[in-house]
């Protein structure tokens, strides 16, 4: 089955630095890859999605790239604000079912 | 848009209860309801697809007994947990994704339901 591999499992950085978040897939047949928000105590919110047949998708501050090549996706957030502090999971599916990162902890300290 | 309603949210109950936790699809259909256990910093985990009409789907290692889903509209469904014990103790959430536009649509979570067993 899918595996989704999700780097760094914490990351700190300053208010209006960017992060950046990594993730990797193993079955080539996955093309949809969304990233979700959880905040404490809550249920993961949709932030932003990709489709296989796009390398590039980008939200105001928040943007996705797609390798499909290499298998990978990478979650960019810019200009960093304290309120994006939460859990941030990966997501890899082929038809139905997401199979998810293990998260990463984003600490944007003010 | 796209609004998911769990409920309760948290509940209390002595071993050897049976607890039930509603899903709610408000703004949309959702022919395909899943839930997923979360242990505390862990990621999330799939217990089971919940397809309205016919029988979920159960994930490998889920008893499917223990864990009773219902999904008889296009907007509600139920995991009961029969017979809780304090090893089911765990964040349940349930997600939706809406009929319209295929099988690869944006899965939409509830706020999930915080089980304790005492």
């Known amino acids: 089955g899918e595996n989704v591999e999700q780097h760094p499992s914490t990351l700190s950085v300053q208010e209006g630095d960017s992060a950046v978040i990594k993730c990797t897939y193993s079955?080539?047949?996955?093309?949809?890859f969304p990233w979700y928000k959880q905040e404490l105590g809550k249920g993961p919110q949709l932030i932003i999605d990709i489709r296989s047949n796009v390398g590039e998708k980008k939200d105001q501050r928040i943007a996705v790239t797609l390798n499909k090549t290499a298998k990978h996706f990478s979650l960019h957030i810019t200009e960093t604000q304290p309120e994006d502090s939460a859990v941030y999971f990966c997501?890899?599916?082929?038809?139905?079912?997401?199979?998810f990162g293990k998260g990463t902890m984003l600490l944007v300290s003010p | 848009g796209a609004v998911v309603s769990q409920h309760p949210s948290w509940v209390i109950c002595k071993s050897g209860t049976s607890v039930k936790i509603e899903c709610r699809s408000l703004?949309?259909?959702?022919?395909?309801m899943f839930w997923y256990r979360q242990f505390p910093k862990q990621s999330l985990m799939l217990m089971a697809t919940s397809n309205e009409g016919s029988k979920a789907t159960y994930e490998q290692g889920v008893e499917k007994d223990k864990f009773l889903i219902n999904h008889a509209s296009l907007t509600l469904s139920t995991l009961t947990v029969t017979s809780a014990h304090p090893e089911d103790s765990s964040f349940y959430i349930c997600?939706?994704?809406?009929?319209?536009?295929?099988?690869?649509?944006?899965?939409?979570f509830g706020d999930g339901t915080r089980l304790s067993i005492l």
């Open positions: 079955d080539s047949a996955s093309n949809y």
């Open positions: 703004d949309f259909q959702a022919t395909t």
């Open positions: 997501a890899a599916s082929k038809m139905s079912t997401l199979t």
């Open positions: 997600s939706a994704r809406d009929r319209v536009g295929g099988s690869n649509q944006p899965q939409h």
